[in-house]
């Protein structure tokens, strides 16, 4: 059944009290009109519980907006979330276009800092290097759209979106990204399955990270990050010590990341929250490490950018050049498929956080035990 307003309904009687789904809750295709966002499509999603997303359909269906209850999830810049066409690749340029919301997703072939590496694994005597701007190309890339809407099985009712992004060249990397996007009518939450498939003839490098960014008014001063997690590390000039704490807006704050090793659960599922307890809300994610071995945070709590991303990854933030020496770097062949899983979701409440923060100690105990060599080992990654 479908629990909407703290009543619960089968399909026949809740479709007896609307006129359309919509009024309850649905998907819809919209497209944006102005300023440099013009052109952009949209997927409006609405559960019918305060909680509401946008996917960016010419933006890798990456989740720009997200709200519950009229209170905003997920960072937005001033930047916007303007369409392929304003991509500057080159260095930083990325930035120009990171509108943050809930989701920025980078790769398919690089992630991280930029990079000049070779390209001599293509074959094409005029391409012996390739230079690699931040984080990129796939968030800005234009969706094939290949269905959304909603779907019953049974009593329950499941919003959808499916799309394809291909990043291509010719004598280059050649993939394909299929993703779909689920949130249940009556539930809070959203659920990602990606599969990146290298659909071309030269084995090729693939990088993958899933930039979660929260926002204020769940990132505010004594807001918390609740993580399993152990081994902090400072990747820059600062130090890791209370890096799990959040405080207000400071001017001149200069962004901090920490990386730090992650326990999971039993079936490879990692939980992450940040947690404002006197607001009672909080934003989490879920993922895999079998998938995603790696995690760091990114604090950059400064006057206007002030947001705190929590980031799974396949690779370390010591970057693709690093990671290559050292034998990390995942090479797809060709036909070769990786998948990820990814939920992000509202905890609304003082129960919920509770819920959460128990799950994330239970984990963390998985972790301890684990250390101390007496049982629950960590899932062995899955091989590429």
Avoid at 79 to 99: D, H, I, K, S
Avoid at 181 to 205: K, M, Q, W, Y
Avoid at 253 to 261: I, L, P
Avoid at 364 to 382: E, H, L, N, T
Wanted: charged fraction near 20%; charge should be negative; include cysteine.
């Amino acid at each position: 059944m479908t629990e909407l307003w703290n009543e619960r309904f089968t399909r026949p009687e809740l479709l007896a009290r609307v006129g359309r789904l919509a009024q309850a809750g649905g998907v819809r295709l919209v497209t944006l009109e102005d300023g440099n966002e013009r052109g952009v499509r949209v997927l409006e999603f609405r559960t019918g519980t305060g909680f509401q997303f946008d996917v960016m359909v010419d933006r890798a269906m990456d989740i720009g907006r997200c709200e519950l209850n009229g209170m905003a999830l997920g960072w937005q810049s001033n930047a916007g979330f303007p369409g392929p066409w304003a991509y500057e690749p080159e260095g930083l340029g990325w930035l120009r276009g990171f509108g943050g919301g809930l989701l920025t997703t980078c790769g398919l072939d690089h992630t991280m800092f930029m990079a000049d590496d070779s390209a001599e694994h293509f074959g094409y005597p005029a391409f012996k290097t390739q230079t690699f701007g931040l984080h990129g190309r796939i968030s800005y890339t234009p969706a094939r759209l290949t269905g959304y809407g909603e779907r019953w099985e049974g009593d329950q009712c499941t919003l959808y979106a499916t799309g394809e992004m291909t990043q291509a060249r010719v004598f280059g990397e050649q993939f394909v990204l299929r993703r779909r996007i689920e949130a249940r009518l009556g539930e809070s939450h959203l659920r990602i399955h990606d599969e990146v498939e290298n659909i071309g003839n030269a084995p090729t490098p693939h990088m993958y990270l899933y930039h979660v960014n929260v926002g204020f008014p769940v990132v505010d001063d004594g807001a918390e990050l609740l993580v399993p997690a152990s081994n902090p590390v400072a990747r820059g000039a600062h130090s890791a010590e209370g890096y799990t704490r959040f405080h207000g807006p400071e001017a001149g704050y200069v962004e901090q990341v920490t990386e730090h090793d992650v326990a999971a659960e039993a079936d490879g599922s990692v939980p992450v929250a940040i947690v404002n307890r006197a607001r009672g809300i909080g934003v989490y994610e879920v993922f895999n490490q079998n998938q995603l071995p790696h995690h760091f945070i990114w604090r950059m709590l400064g006057r206007g950018t002030y947001v705190v991303g929590i980031e799974p990854s396949t690779n370390s933030t010591s970057g693709r050049l690093a990671d290559k020496a050292q034998g990390k770097l995942t090479v797809l062949e060709p036909g070769q498929c990786r998948a990820y899983d990814l939920e992000l979701g509202a905890l609304n409440g003082a129960a919920e956080i509770d819920v959460f923060a128990n799950r994330v100690a239970a984990a963390r105990g998985r972790q301890d035990v684990s250390d101390a060599g007496v049982a629950s080992p960590r899932p062995a990654p899955v091989s590429s």
